[in-house]
């Protein structure tokens, strides 16, 4: 067990763990007896779809439940005290030139189970996330994603901290 990995994450992305944990415990959990509970006074349970479907999320839930556990075990919540002004590291919201596409971007670079590219929250252990730490305002920064074979060169505009 000493050897076991931990998982580096924003204190608000700890927050956010631990909240979900505490729903899906409590009020999910609730929620999904009620649902079988019901089903069961459909009927037959081998032809009832209503209590396989109850069943089926309450087998998520406690999956879920287990991963989130396990996040939370072994979380290390990045200490954003340490972090040296402008200088970008997990936490840090920086805004990017794309020399290539011409186009301004921003990411939030957070830890790996944190990552949501919709949200404009990529990781620090993605190639875009590790090549960005460690630079500041004004530096080029230039890489390349293996998987797709794209190659980016982009421009620091800002660094800040939430």
């Known amino acids: 067990m000493a050897n076991e ?3 580096t994450m924003t204190q ?3 927050d956010e763990l631990v909240k979900e944990l505490q729903w ?3 009020e999910e959990r609730e929620r999904i007896k009620n649902d079988i509970v019901v089903a069961r006074g ?3 349970l081998s032809e009832n779809a209503e209590y ?3 069943r089926n999320a309450q087998a998520e839930n406690e999956a879920r439940i287990l991963k989130l556990k396990y996040d939370i075990e072994h979380a290390e919540v990045y200490d954003a005290s340490k972090a040296v002004r402008g200088v970008i590291d997990i936490g840090s919201t920086v805004k990017v030139r794309d020399e290539v596409a011409g186009e301004d971007l921003t990411y939030r670079i957070v830890g790996s189970n944190e990552a949501d590219i ?4 990529i990781s620090d252990q993605s190639p875009v996330g590790a090549a960005l730490i460690g630079h500041k305002k004004g530096d080029t ?3 390349t994603v293996e998987a797709s074979g794209y190659t980016f060169t982009y421009r620091i505009l800002s660094v800040s901290r939430d």
């Open 5 to 7: 990995k931990k998982i």
């Open 12 to 14: 608000q992305g700890y």
């Open 24 to 26: 899906r415990e409590g």
């Open 42 to 44: 459909f009927g037959d």
């Open 52 to 54: 396989d479907a109850a």
């Open 118 to 121: 919709i949200s404009g929250k």
């Open 141 to 143: 920064v230039t890489g």
